[in-house]
């Protein structure tokens, strides 16, 4: 395997991370302020558990790209989830984008593309 496939190996773990989050996000909902009826909550919410899922699904691809390349290029690519996470909020949790977020998400691409350099 080379750098490039430890690339898209990455960035496959931040699409599945950013899903993670939504999940979690999703599954948040149905919190409550104790913690022990939180707990039993957390076990039987399946958005939640997916999510967690998703999150130790994703980590097995971001550790099989360190494997195969250095820390220092794979590293920054994991920044690519707050772009990801940005997306999926305006899609599935109707928030909103404004000039700043793009313009964040604009700067996180350039600084990945330049730092991997």
Known sequence: ????SAISLTIFATVIGA???LYLKKGSAN???TIL???FKIIFNRELLFGIFL???SSVFY???LKYARLSLVYPITSFSYIWVSLL???FLDENMNKYKWFGIILIITGVFLITR
């Open 1 to 4: 395997m080379n750098e490039l």
């Open 19 to 21: 899903f993670g989050s």
């Open 31 to 33: 919190l409550h302020r």
């Open 37 to 39: 009826k939180n707990f």
């Open 55 to 57: 999150f130790l699904f």
């Open 63 to 65: 550790v099989w790209a």
């Open 89 to 91: 909020s305006v899609k």
